[in-house]
């Protein structure tokens, strides 16, 4: 059953603040094989102007994916999970994210579409420090695939 | 020497990557990022759900694709958007020599402010696997 638009522009509650600790850095960068001392060295990220190790451009995913639970979990959308494919992804930073930063991410459902069959969700999340400093938003275009 | 708005031209060829992406690759991501989908680590319930095989994480593709960006401006702190679509799956077989994705970049077009837009290519076995790929880079 397509899932009906006029849930678009619904807001879920921020989720509890994520800690970013600069061992999950570490271990990020190194599952993509990214050497990168930015990633895991403290004087090399302040040579380049942070103030402390920061994470790859993809890392918000991790805070991210946890938090859209809310939305795939929505029982009024009546997602089927195991038929959701990730159709598009995009990350608009105003910093990046570093190590010792408190996060919190809303989840805001911006549009539902359906084609051929489909259904398209495209979700926004706003990724900020716990005093209210916006790091990152992400979009992500979620593909339901119709039955048969 | 990390490169500069003025130095950078449209057309400006970034270095080109490769990456092999085998199974404890997906493993080791999938741990890392939380996404435990079966789809990346499972082949029995790959095929079943008519994958040809376990497929990549389409994030870990993105992630690796975005190398070219971040290894070029040095800081990665400069790449400032990236966005991509997931055009098709990346196959990873099981086997020692798992399946190579090649990445190229392009600066397309200079933007306002010292930023400038870089176009990626990643392909898989000859066939582009994103869509769309671009990442804007804070070269101020």
Not at chain 1, 38 to 66: K, M, N, Q, S, W
Not at chain 1, 68 to 77: F, H, Y
Not at chain 2, 31 to 44: C, E, K, L, P, T
Request: glycine share 10%.
């Amino acid at each position: 059953m397509p899932i009906d638009p006029s849930y678009a522009g619904r807001t879920y509650p921020a989720s509890d603040p994520y800690e970013v600790g600069v061992e999950k850095i570490r271990e990020f960068a190194d599952a993509l094989g990214d050497p990168n001392p930015a990633y895991r060295d403290r004087e090399a990220a302040r040579a380049l102007g942070h103030p402390d190790v920061i994470a790859p451009p993809t890392f918000p995913i991790v805070l991210t994916h946890r938090a859209s639970r809310t939305l795939i979990d929505d029982p009024d959308l009546g997602i089927d999970y195991s038929r959701v494919v990730h159709g598009e992804q995009k990350f608009a930073h105003t910093r990046p994210v570093r190590a010792g930063d408190s996060l919190t991410v809303t989840v805001t459902l911006e549009t539902v579409r359906s084609a051929g069959g489909h259904d398209m969700l495209t979700s926004r999340s706003d990724v900020a420090t716990v005093a209210g400093e916006h790091v990152v938003t992400a979009w992500s275009t979620l593909v339901v695939r119709g039955e048969g | 020497m990390a490169p500069g708005y003025d130095d950078v031209e449209v057309g400006h060829e970034l270095p080109a990557q490769a990456f092999t992406i085998r199974r404890g690759d997906l493993v080791r991501y999938a741990g890392a990022s939380g996404d435990f989908n079966v789809i990346h680590w499972n082949q029995r319930v790959a095929t079943a759900v008519g994958l040809p095989d376990v497929i990549a994480h389409g994030m870990f593709t993105m992630a690796l694709a975005a190398r070219v960006v971040t290894d070029w401006a040095q800081d990665p702190g400069r790449v400032v958007e990236y966005g991509v679509r997931f055009t098709r799956p990346v196959p990873v077989p099981d086997d020692d020599d798992g399946a190579l994705l090649e990445v190229t970049g392009t600066v397309a077009a200079k933007l306002d402010d010292g930023r400038v837009r870089v176009d990626l290519t990643a392909t898989h076995a000859g066939a582009k696997v994103l869509g769309r790929a671009q990442a804007v880079v804070d070269l101020a």
